[in-house]
């Protein structure tokens, strides 16, 4: 009897302890990766779903009319009201057409949303002339804020290509033509033929059309119904400029 039960003493002295297993400790330079990897990873998802956003804004634009647009929402506020109709390209006279692309943007058929040369001129004149193209014009007046801020800079330059790629350049002008200002309150060519010449777009002349393109850029400086001299020198040299354009084939991307 003693014998076994120094046995089992000595069976229980021998019997291993039981380790307790610790779980290692991360080190701080591994977890702060994991959380960069994933801050990362959200950025690329926000900027891929930003980006498909803009790509889906730009392809419903392409068959649907703005209903209005964010400049037009201001002034509405600051006015009470703004005038606009909207009315479909096939209703406007081609001369207005052909006016818009004399007066802002003669180079509309020949580049893809951005006219270099106009560019260079520009920089060269130390930027006292602007290098605008009406894509860009209706990239900032349908989707963006007025201003001079380097983000709205930044969203122009990346949406005018895509409209470029999305519309068809009559439909460009189209959209332009129905959300630009002509004058304090009036927007679009429907509102500017029938308030300040009292005929509906497809009846304007030459003259008439050549005179609201001359407003342009400056609606609430400059008026197409009481012009001033220098108004008038420059609708007439939009009124060449427009024939010139429709001679050369120039006007062939919009015109049927």
């Avoid at 390209?89 to 081609?94: D, W, Y």
């Avoid at 959300?179 to 304090?184: A, C, K, Q």
Wanted: hydrophobic share 45%; with cysteine.
């Amino acid at each position: 009897m003693a014998r076994q039960a120094g046995q089992k003493k000595q069976a229980k002295r021998k019997a291993p302890a039981k380790k307790t297993t610790r779980k290692k400790k991360q080190p701080v330079a591994e977890k702060r990766s994991g959380l960069l990897r994933r801050v990362w990873r959200w950025i690329w998802r926000g900027a891929l779903a930003f980006f498909a956003l803009i790509i889906l804004a730009v392809i419903l634009y392409s068959f649907i009319n703005p209903p209005t647009t964010p400049y037009m929402l201001a002034e509405g506020r600051r006015l009470g009201e703004v005038d606009q109709q909207w009315v479909p390209v096939e209703e406007i006279a081609p001369v207005m057409l052909r006016s818009v692309v004399a007066a802002e943007d003669a180079n509309f058929c020949n580049h893809w949303g951005f006219d270099m040369k106009a560019i260079r001129t520009a920089l060269e004149q130390g930027g006292k002339r602007g290098a605008s193209t009406i894509t860009q014009q209706v990239v900032k007046n349908a989707y963006l804020w007025q201003g001079r801020s380097w983000p709205r800079k930044a969203l122009e330059a990346v949406m005018t290509p895509l409209v470029e790629v999305f519309w068809s350049k009559r439909r460009i002008l189209e959209v332009y033509l129905n959300i630009v200002e002509f004058g304090d309150g009036v927007f679009g060519i429907e509102a500017a033929a029938q308030n300040m010449f009292h005929v509906s777009p497809d009846r304007l002349t030459a003259r008439q059309a050549a005179r609201l393109a001359a407003v342009l850029p400056n609606p609430k400086q400059r008026s197409a119904v009481r012009p001033s001299a220098a108004l008038r020198k420059r609708a007439a040299r939009i009124m060449d400029g427009a024939a010139t354009i429709r001679a050369d084939g120039r006007a062939a991307c919009f015109e049927d």
